[in-house]
């Protein structure tokens, strides 16, 4: 079992589902966990009668909401080691980035807007990670990319432990994007074909990074067919 973390104050519910829905159909077993504190997956995911805490499946993607680590994960379900290839964790607390091990990650995502909401609760939580250096990649939602917003954030970052790595992915923050997901979400499908090129291209190099075994051609052919 692999876990990949998604750090930041930047709504990522709808960014992870996305990705765990490429990850499924080239064959993956996936486990998305919400342990953000609104825990949005709970109002757009579909599911009846919510609990505290639960599982659900959508989309042939297990979701976990409510729990406070993997461990309560594993009593709930049993044998997720085995259970799923990949366990995709969004947090956005240090809290949950402590209770989930995110350090033992493989691989760390910041993600974030430029407005000052999403940029400086996401430095809070990584200025209170206790360790001298993290590795960790930014994936930046913006409507146009710009040098400046990118040298800012890295000026924040300056005195925390953290460390980029060289290359960023970056998502258009576009109205038409916004709208497609709104959609999906309220026909309870999970379609790409609304969104726009860039938005599906940067899925893409996110999905073949998280899966480097898998080919590229397979991971198209996932979009030509949703």
């Keep these: 079992m692999r876990k990949i973390g998604f750090i930041g104050a930047f709504d990522k519910t709808d960014l992870i589902i996305y990705i765990a829905k490429i990850l499924t159909e080239v064959g993956k077993k996936i486990l998305v966990v919400d342990a953000t504190i609104l825990q949005k997956a709970r109002y757009t995911i579909p599911y009846i009668a919510p609990t505290k805490f639960y599982v659900t499946e959508y989309e042939k993607i297990d979701i976990a909401i409510g729990f406070d680590d993997l461990e309560a994960i594993d009593r709930y379900l049993g044998n997720i080691d085995k ?69 800012y954030l890295n000026l924040l970052s300056l005195t925390y432990p953290v460390k980029w790595e060289e290359d960023e992915i970056y998502f258009p923050y576009e109205q038409g994007d916004l709208t497609a997901i709104i959609e999906n979400q309220r026909i309870t499908k999970i379609r790409f074909k609304n969104l726009t090129e860039e938005y599906r291209e940067s899925l893409f190099v996110l999905a073949k990074e998280i899966v480097p075994d898998i080919k590229g051609g397979q991971i198209k052919k996932v979009f030509r067919n949703l």
């Design 83 to 151: 259970t799923y290839d990949i366990i995709l964790i969004d947090v956005d607390s240090i809290e949950k980035f402590e209770t989930f091990k995110m350090l033992e990650s493989e691989k760390l995502y910041f993600v974030t807007a430029f407005d000052n909401y999403s940029l400086n609760k996401g430095m809070e939580i990584i200025g209170s990670i206790k360790e001298k250096e993290i590795k960790m990649k930014k994936i930046l939602f913006e409507h146009e990319f710009s040098e400046e917003n990118d040298e």
